[in-house]
């Protein structure tokens, strides 16, 4: 009986698994043999036994998890053989230096595993090729039609023209980014004639791996611990997203001119959440966006008289129970109803935080303030425990409580 087709290969729940051959593509565990696209962290890893991926790859895998032994470089347009005769080619696929689609080839059939890719122009590694296939196994997190891309000369444009502004005022500007990969595009984007570029170490390590390969990238500056940052006045700072957000960005500006941060990341102009998931149900389900429309609308009616009634008690407690004072609050309320229908969202949660630090604020400052008093009915009660005034339980009595 004749196989059924492309059964000899497999989706499972840690990689894509090559049947004849016995290996896989992007295994998220150690297996024999594995089959990588590209060295990001959710495709690459340590640990196989004999790891077949592009030379550039094999570089970054070396440097982010040590892979040295077992490793099988093929270039680009290369085919190999692997056991159970099936042929693997390595293809282009635009994502970071090394990254490939792998064209799969068994009993006649054609099946291409992308990993990543893009097909807008990177100058730092080769650009995606379009291959005949049967199958195209491909990443989407971002194929929803709702993700917009700008142009790379606007990016280009937006990047240099914050970083020169920042600069006029001698404030560092820092970015986020991937280490492999968004880091050295921001790279070959920067103008250079802004100022100098400094970067975290994971960004410079890869850098130089890059550059051992001939990538041309602009020179750039390592951060270290006893680095002199008052020499490098309105720098551009590339940093890892742990290091945007940890105490290692803290070095960078002061209380008087703090540092300007972003981050590179994912499609500009993209919809929110809930246009997002509209969208993705609405491939499977048409109707979906008729009723995700009545729940969201049902849940902000809801959110609106629920915190309507929370601010009215707590304003009444303040202020006192009466006409006036409730009219007052109504008044108020439905005013930031309206004004926070007409702001955008980021706007929304700066306002949100804002009032939080300020609930916080009067709460630790209620905390010294009564500390007196809590200390002051502590040693009453210790008193009264030790004069027998209060009874203390047994422990063997309060599980009865």
Request: charged share 15%.
């Amino acid at each position: 009986m004749a196989a059924a087709p492309f059964s000899w290969i497999k989706p499972e729940p840690h990689g894509i698994h090559i049947v004849p051959a016995d290996c896989w593509v992007d295994p998220s565990r150690a297996v024999d043999r594995a089959l990588v696209t590209h060295g990001h962290a959710d495709h690459a890893r340590g640990g196989h036994g004999q790891t077949v991926a592009t030379p550039e790859t094999l570089a970054i895998m070396e440097l982010r998890y040590a892979t040295r032994d077992g490793t099988t470089p093929v270039a680009y347009g290369e085919t190999i053989r692997l056991p159970g005769g099936v042929d693997a080619t390595y293809i282009p696929a635009g994502h970071v230096l090394g990254s490939a689609q792998i064209l799969l080839e068994h009993a006649g059939e054609r099946v291409i595993v992308t990993g990543d890719y893009k097909r807008r122009h990177d100058p730092t590694c080769p650009p995606f090729e379009v291959t005949p296939c049967d199958i195209f196994i491909t990443e989407a997190t971002f194929g929803l039609p709702v993700f917009k891309w700008t142009p790379q000369d606007e990016l280009a444009r937006d990047l240099n023209a914050w970083w020169a502004a920042n600069a006029a005022e001698g404030r560092f500007s820092l970015i986020g980014a991937y280490a492999l990969g968004k880091a050295q595009r921001i790279l070959t984007l920067a103008d250079t004639s802004i100022g100098p570029i400094l970067t975290h170490g994971a960004v410079e390590n890869t850098n130089a791996v890059l550059r051992a390969q001939g990538i041309a990238l602009p020179d750039t500056i390592r951060v270290t611990p006893d680095i002199d940052l008052k020499a490098y006045p309105g720098a551009l700072v590339v940093a890892t997203p742990s290091g945007l957000g940890g105490p290692w960005s803290r070095r960078f500006g002061t209380a008087a001119n703090p540092a300007s941060t972003a981050f590179a990341s994912g499609g500009s102009d993209v919809a929110d959440g809930v246009l997002i998931t509209s969208d993705a149900f609405a491939t499977v389900l048409p109707w979906f966006p008729y009723v995700l429309a009545v729940a969201v609308f049902l849940f902000a009616v809801s959110t609106i008289i629920t915190w309507g009634y929370y601010g009215q008690k707590a304003w009444t407690y303040l202020f006192g129970r009466n006409m006036v004072s409730e009219r007052v609050y109504q008044v108020i309320f439905c005013f930031f109803v309206v004004v926070g229908s007409v702001l955008t969202l980021g706007s929304v949660l700066d306002f949100a935080d804002a009032v939080l630090f300020l609930l916080a604020f009067f709460n630790i400052l209620g905390l010294y303030v009564l500390a007196p008093v809590v200390k002051k009915e502590v040693r009453e009660f210790r008193a009264k425990l030790a004069s027998g005034e209060v009874a203390e339980v047994e422990p063997s009595e309060r599980a009865m409580l």
